[in-house]
């Protein structure tokens, strides 16, 4: 096996600790051919569609990435920015807040983000973080419910890239957040501020990103990660079980995935009556494709058509101050034992020499 070159060793660099922010992906473009190269990558990792490559890639690369890439760009043009996809923006941005509050605490922590499917690479992450003198790798999935198609595959590409290290790094990883306190404090945060702006709705509907039921029955917790999520936001929030309600987004194919979904449940909240409705989406911790277009657009779209009268997406927590926040929390928790502030640990050894010599000389005494 050939490995990687290691970088330049430089000697009496203190060791750092690493943190790697890992979304799922975006084109680099909205534009058909970009788009092609990102579902190609994405819908050939078998976490992601769990079908014989024999039998899925006849029809992943001679029918779907013929027709779906030209619908798709044309769906991230209405959503893009002047500074590229959103998706890429914020987690970008919230590589760079996290940064910013390592640096007020005074720890010596490198931030890093990456993308599992599209640019950067997490092989290119860690690559930078190791080159940075990172001996300790905090990998965080910004997915805060756990899924193999998700949180898996990102562990999947970290220990690919491990293959062909010489020297490694320590590594952890964070396996979910869907409960973690501070990270029920920020979507109360996100929703709360809205409310604050917008007033509050008539109800409140959590959408999570949909995956196929089969990953329930076959042992998968994210549908039960869902749906603890949205008990204790609701308990946070003080809302009722009929106040707030939850559904699936984002099927693909015609195989059953978790119910309820989310464009029917649009429907029938408008027939019952609602009139007034803000859309959430907690298991996306930055807007992109499916929230701004899906939702934002396409779900507005349903529920007006339904008979509602007024419709809202909450945006997802993005850069909000308490979503950095409760990151930062996640991260010291994570890397417990890890020394965030070596600049402690030469006054430790100090002390320690000093009283190692007062006991030798206390000795000749």
């Given at each position: 096996m050939r490995y990687a070159p290691e970088p330049e060793h430089r000697h009496g660099r203190a060791t750092r600790t690493g943190v790697l922010l890992v979304n799922l992906g975006t084109p680099d473009a909205p534009t058909a051919p970009a788009v092609r190269r990102y579902l190609a990558q994405f819908l050939?990792?078998?976490?992601?569609?769990?079908?014989?490559?024999?039998?899925?890639?006849?029809?992943?690369?001679?029918?779907?990435l013929r027709v779906r890439p030209a619908k798709?760009?044309?769906k991230y043009a209405s959503i893009?920015?002047?500074?590229?996809?959103?998706?890429?923006v914020w987690t970008r941005r919230q590589a760079e807040e996290l940064q910013r509050l390592a640096d007020a605490a005074g720890e010596v922590l490198t931030v890093r983000h990456a993308m599992r499917y599209g640019q950067p690479s997490i092989a290119t992450g860690l690559d930078a973080l190791k080159a940075e003198g990172c001996e300790r790798?905090?990998?965080?999935?910004?997915y805060p419910q756990y899924s193999g198609t998700t949180t898996a595959s990102v562990m999947d590409d970290v220990h690919r890239w491990q293959l062909v290290?010489?020297?490694?790094?320590?590594?952890?990883?964070?396996?979910?957040?869907?409960?973690?306190?501070?990270?029920?404090?920020?979507?109360?945060?996100?929703?709360?501020?809205?409310?604050?702006?917008?007033?509050?709705?008539?109800h409140l509907l959590l959408s999570f990103h949909g995956v196929p039921e089969r990953t329930l029955h076959l042992g998968d917790?994210?549908?039960?990660?869902?749906?603890?999520?949205?008990?204790?936001?609701?308990?946070?929030?003080?809302?009722?079980?009929?106040?707030?309600s939850l559904s699936f987004q984002s099927r693909f194919g015609k195989a059953k995935w978790l119910e309820p979904y989310t464009e029917p449940t649009l429907q029938a909240l408008a027939k019952k009556g609602v009139r007034h409705l803000q859309v959430f989406c907690p298991g996306f911790a930055?807007?992109?494709?499916?929230?701004?277009e899906e939702i934002a657009i396409e779900g507005s779209h349903v529920f007006l058509q339904a008979g509602g009268q007024r419709f809202e997406h909450i945006p997802c927590l993005n850069d909000h101050?308490?979503?950095?926040?409760?990151?930062?929390?996640?991260?010291?928790?994570?890397?417990?034992?890890?020394?965030?502030?070596?600049?402690?640990?030469?006054?430790?050894?100090?002390?320690e020499a000093q009283r190692l010599q007062a006991l030798a000389l206390g000795a000749k005494q």
């Amino acid at each position: 096996m050939r490995y990687a070159p290691e970088p330049e060793h430089r000697h009496g660099r203190a060791t750092r600790t690493g943190v790697l922010l890992v979304n799922l992906g975006t084109p680099d473009a909205p534009t058909a051919p970009a788009v092609r190269r990102y579902l190609a990558q994405f819908l050939s990792d078998p976490r992601v569609v769990e079908i014989p490559a024999a039998l899925w890639k006849p029809i992943l690369h001679g029918i779907i990435l013929r027709v779906r890439p030209a619908k798709s760009a044309a769906k991230y043009a209405s959503i893009w920015t002047p500074e590229g996809s959103p998706l890429a923006v914020w987690t970008r941005r919230q590589a760079e807040e996290l940064q910013r509050l390592a640096d007020a605490a005074g720890e010596v922590l490198t931030v890093r983000h990456a993308m599992r499917y599209g640019q950067p690479s997490i092989a290119t992450g860690l690559d930078a973080l190791k080159a940075e003198g990172c001996e300790r790798i905090l990998v965080v999935p910004m997915y805060p419910q756990y899924s193999g198609t998700t949180t898996a595959s990102v562990m999947d590409d970290v220990h690919r890239w491990q293959l062909v290290q010489r020297t490694l790094p320590e590594i952890r990883w964070v396996r979910q957040h869907h409960d973690e306190p501070a990270y029920i404090d920020a979507l109360a945060a996100r929703v709360r501020d809205h409310w604050a702006r917008e007033g509050r709705g008539d109800h409140l509907l959590l959408s999570f990103h949909g995956v196929p039921e089969r990953t329930l029955h076959l042992g998968d917790p994210y549908h039960c990660h869902c749906y603890k999520t949205r008990r204790l936001l609701a308990e946070r929030l003080g809302l009722t079980a009929d106040q707030i309600s939850l559904s699936f987004q984002s099927r693909f194919g015609k195989a059953k995935w978790l119910e309820p979904y989310t464009e029917p449940t649009l429907q029938a909240l408008a027939k019952k009556g609602v009139r007034h409705l803000q859309v959430f989406c907690p298991g996306f911790a930055a807007d992109c494709l499916e929230t701004l277009e899906e939702i934002a657009i396409e779900g507005s779209h349903v529920f007006l058509q339904a008979g509602g009268q007024r419709f809202e997406h909450i945006p997802c927590l993005n850069d909000h101050p308490a979503w950095i926040a409760a990151l930062h929390a996640i991260v010291r928790r994570h890397s417990a034992g890890w020394p965030l502030q070596p600049a402690e640990l030469p006054r430790a050894a100090e002390r320690e020499a000093q009283r190692l010599q007062a006991l030798a000389l206390g000795a000749k005494q």
